[in-house]
C-alpha cells in the first residue's frame, strides 16, 4: 500500500470538506451554494469509492456493477419522491 497516496487523498478530503464548510457561510445564494456542495461530495464520492473501497484496482466489471448500482438507487429515490405528492 502506498501510504503516501492515502495521506494525500485523506488531505485533498479534509480540504474539501472544509472548503464545504466555507461555502456554507460565504454568503452565496441557496442554489448557488448548493451546486458547489453538490459537486465537491461527488468529486470526495469519487475518491472514496475508488481509493478507500479499492474500486480503482478492481477489474472494471465490479465498477460498473457499483455504478449500475448507485444510478438505480438515486432513480428509485427520484422517483419515490414525485410519488409522495
Keep these: ?3 503516501k497516496l ?6 485533498v478530503l479534509f480540504v ?5 464548510v466555507a461555502v456554507e457561510f460565504a454568503g452565496l445564494t441557496y442554489w448557488t451554494a448548493f451546486g458547489v456542495i453538490m ?7 469519487v475518491l472514496v469509492a475508488a481509493y478507500f473501497q479499492h474500486l ?4 472494471r ?5 457499483v455504478t449500475i ?3 438505480a438507487a438515486l432513480a428509485l429515490t427520484l422517483a419515490a ?3 409522495i405528492t
Design 61 to 65: 466489471a465490479v465498477t460498473y456493477v
Design 81 to 83: 419522491s414525485y410519488s
Design 6 to 11: 492515502y495521506a494525500g487523498i485523506y488531505v
Design 69 to 71: 448500482g448507485l444510478v
Design 39 to 45: 459537486a465537491l461530495s461527488a468529486v470526495k464520492a
Design 56 to 59: 480503482r484496482y478492481e477489474p
Design 1 to 3: 500500500m502506498n501510504t
Design 16 to 20: 474539501f470538506a472544509t472548503a464545504q
